[in-house]
């Protein structure tokens, strides 16, 4: 590579890296505890937990857990409800005065399937983690705040990029993994800030591309509801405003029907955006590693409860339902989480040392300009 492009690219290393620098920062400390949410979520005390029942207790019925969601939060309706998979007993619901109100003015709580009892959920409502998790994903900015940070996830790609080009050419000079202890502190920085960029490469960039498209998942989601939700919508357009629907009690058997072998994840009420203002869309999941992160929505006729169709999952929406597992490593169990915690540590320390290289380079340039004005 001859020194022309040499110097191009580490241009572009360099003011890449440093425009992205403290949002990733803010990320990569923000990110270590979402990785352990749920042990930190115990440790704060901010888990819920149902009371002993006894075993054996039947479990209510869907439409009764529903009714008892809105007593307990009067005035307001039921978006969605969810199934938690490490609770069998423990149905999340999610209410706000509104079918269409925006996710962050609506209130999260878990219901016994057995009593109907609710239990609060802090860290689903502005607790630590909910703190920590809003500044990670969006800078309490919304949608501006989510697109700053994909803009931000860009550069660094495009700073992971250009640095294992330049990386390249610099150890053809030096063994593997060589540090030179004899040379100075900036040289020894800098062989640890090249040979710990290596080692994260791969994982920066899965974390990186999956934040980007985990940013841009209201526009993704938009983008399904205008694609596919809008074709099955075409004939309900001149159908007059669904005054009453009907029970939700047979929902979950009449999904698992129109798909065998899947569970639900969770349900979309009519009005939200993840429905339509006509229908309930089931969310089935596979029982497998990777199909269990992977959406098939049934639409349910909110009238009559007949399948109106099982829609097609676009490429994108695939893309972003395994982001957010990959970005979080919360799939993979405690090994992973630790791996990803491990990785994500090294990379706040390329990040530091990338900063201390920039500095003490335009120190020493700035000495040397003084000298050569003083000469």
């Not at 440093?18 to 352990?36: E, N, S, V, Y």
């Not at 047979?250 to 229908?279: C, K, N, V, W, Y």
Request: with cysteine; proline share 5%.
């Amino acid at each position: 590579m001859n020194p022309i492009t040499i110097s191009r690219w580490s241009w572009l290393h360099t003011w890449s890296s440093l425009i992205c620098t403290l949002f990733l920062l803010m990320l990569a400390l923000t990110g270590l505890p979402l990785i352990f949410h749920h042990e930190f979520e115990h440790l704060l005390g901010e888990a819920p937990e149902l009371r002993e029942l006894p075993s054996g207790t039947p479990r209510l019925g869907l439409q009764q857990l529903v009714e008892a969601a809105e007593r307990y939060r009067p005035g307001e309706v039921v978006q969605y409800i969810g199934f938690e998979q490490d609770e069998p007993n423990g149905i999340i619901a999610i209410t706000a005065a509104t079918a269409a109100t925006e996710p962050n003015a609506s209130h999260t709580f878990m219901l016994d399937a057995r009593s109907g009892e609710p239990v609060a959920m802090s860290a689903a409502n502005g607790g630590v983690l909910m703190f920590i998790l809003r500044l990670h994903v969006d800078l309490f900015a919304d949608l501006p705040g989510k697109l700053l940070l994909a803009a931000m996830g860009l550069l660094f790609t495009l700073a992971i990029v250009s640095g294992t080009v330049l990386y390249a050419p610099f150890m053809r000079r030096l063994r593997f993994a060589e540090v030179r202890q004899t040379r100075s502190r900036r040289a020894r920085w800098l062989d640890l800030h090249n040979l710990i960029g290596v080692v994260t490469l791969s994982w920066a960039l899965v974390v990186g591309i999956t934040g980007v498209i985990s940013a841009c998942a209201d526009l993704l989601i938009e983008s399904w509801r205008e694609d596919t939700l809008g074709a099955l919508m075409a004939p309900y357009r001149d159908a007059p405003p669904l005054l009453q629907r009907a029970s939700a009690n047979e929902l979950l058997s009449i999904a698992e029907q129109a798909l065998p072998g899947m569970q639900t994840d969770f349900i979309a009420f009519p009005g939200t955006r993840f429905s339509t203002a006509h229908h309930y869309t089931v969310f089935m999941t596979g029982s497998t590693h990777l199909t269990a992160h992977l959406w098939t929505p049934v639409l349910i006729d909110a009238q009559n409860l007949a399948v109106t169709a099982i829609a097609e999952r676009p490429w994108y929406m695939d893309a972003l339902s395994m982001s957010q597992p990959l970005h979080f490593g919360d799939y993979g169990g405690r090994p992973m989480q630790i791996l990803w915690a491990l990785l994500d540590v090294l990379t706040i320390i390329v990040l530091l040392s990338g900063l201390y290289l920039w500095w003490v380079r335009r120190r020493a340039a700035t000495l040397s300009k003084r000298k050569a004005a003083r000469a």
